[in-house]
Structures are given as C-alpha cells and as structure tokens.
C-alpha cells in the first residue's frame, strides 16, 4: 500500500503491532486512503503508522517513515506538543512535489 496525499489524523501508540512490545511511534486514528498495485484505491484502517526508518531502505510496507536520525526528536517534539495542547491526534499533511 502506498499513501495517497491527503490529510490524516495520528494518535500516538507503539510499533510494529504484529509484535509485543515495540516502540514508540504514531498510528492511524481514522481511515486513511492508500494505492494498491494495479492503480486502485482503498480507505480503511490498514496500519500505515508513521515509524523509525532504517538507514538505508524505509524498513517499511506502507508506513511513512524518518531516517533512524531524526527519529527521536522528530517523535519526542510531536509528543510533547500534544501533551502541552492536550490533544490525542494530530494531522498529517502528505503533498506531492
């Protein structure tokens, strides 16, 4: 599944959830539009989270992902913006170039 650009509501939550444990990250908090091979498009809850990347490929199916690098800080500022306006979701702008 690719992401369509739209925009989209995350809530905080852990990552991967096939597994126990995982780590910190954003999850989808409502439907999402994405591309499937072969051009058609479906809306739902399909896990496409926004998570830690690898260094050198995505270490994702679907998921939008930051390099290992940014990860933390991009994660720990997002967190601590939606504990200081006390919101459980936050959007996510995907454009096009």
Not at 15 to 34: C, D, F, T, W
Not at 59 to 71: A, I, K, R, V
Request: net charge positive.
């Amino acid at each position: 599944a690719t992401l369509v650009p739209g925009v989209y509501r995350y809530q905080k939550g852990r990552h991967p959830i096939s597994r126990p444990g995982g780590y910190a990250a954003l999850r989808q908090a409502e439907n999402v539009k994405v591309s499937r091979d072969g051009g058609r498009t479906e809306v739902g809850m399909f896990g496409i989270n926004i998570h830690r990347g690898g260094w050198t490929r995505t270490s994702s199916e679907g998921c939008q992902t930051l390099p290992p690098s940014q990860w933390s800080e991009f994660l720990h500022t997002v967190y601590a913006v939606m504990d200081s306006v006390q919101v459980s979701t936050v959007p996510y702008v995907l454009t096009t170039v």
